[in-house]
């Protein structure tokens, strides 16, 4: 196989496989940090922790239990339902440094991967819960990330994926909808 092929098929590979690993990274924060209390002796006493399991699992839940779709709002009051790129881009440098021992291509190309999976996460959760109407919004695949995310507000100890639900599926963590659900998610315009 010719150089050039080669190199583009690694970084194909690299990219899908890091692809699955923020999958597999936003199942276990959504489902470690944003679900469950902070119990070790660690994270008890740290202010951040908190604010991150309380703005979602109480307020979020909260806000977006009896209805999924809300009003858009200004920006800079959709903090709350939203990743900060730049927080993941500082975040992914420690993993970086950990693929480097095996891989300059998957070190370079991991950061890229946080930064996009961020940027569609927050493109795709807005659209669920603040919809505009994104050139998106009608698409097959959307649709089916919608009814999941929405049956995760009904039961919060399932699909904890957003953008792209591996780690649901890896975990065993898939909800199944039930007939309630399915008349919810018509009510939504998301069947």
């Not at 690694?10 to 924060?29: D, K, N, P, R, T």
Request: aromatic letters at 12%; charged letters at 20%.
């Amino acid at each position: 196989m010719p150089q050039f092929f080669q190199q583009a098929f690694q970084i194909v590979a690299w990219f899908l496989g890091l692809v699955v690993l923020m999958s597999l990274i936003e199942h276990w924060a959504h489902s470690r940090l944003m679900h469950k209390k902070p119990r070790n002796f660690l994270t008890q006493k740290a202010p951040a922790r908190w604010r991150m399991f309380d703005s979602h699992a109480i307020v979020h839940h909260r806000q977006y239990f009896k209805s999924f779709h809300d009003e858009p709002v200004p920006h800079g009051e959709d903090r709350g339902i939203q990743l900060n790129v730049w927080e993941g881009l500082v975040e992914s440098l420690p993993v970086s440094a950990i693929l480097a021992f095996f891989s300059l291509t998957g070190a370079a190309l991991f950061p890229v991967v946080v930064c996009l999976h961020h940027l569609a996460w927050n493109q795709i959760h807005m659209e669920m819960h603040k919809p505009e109407g994104r050139f998106f919004a009608g698409w097959p695949l959307y649709k089916h990330l919608a009814r999941h995310h929405f049956l995760h507000h009904r039961h919060p100890d399932k699909n904890f994926n957003v953008a792209l639900p591996i780690g649901d599926l890896l975990f065993g963590t898939m909800a199944r909808a039930n007939a309630d659900d399915r008349l919810a998610m018509e009510r939504e315009g998301i069947a």
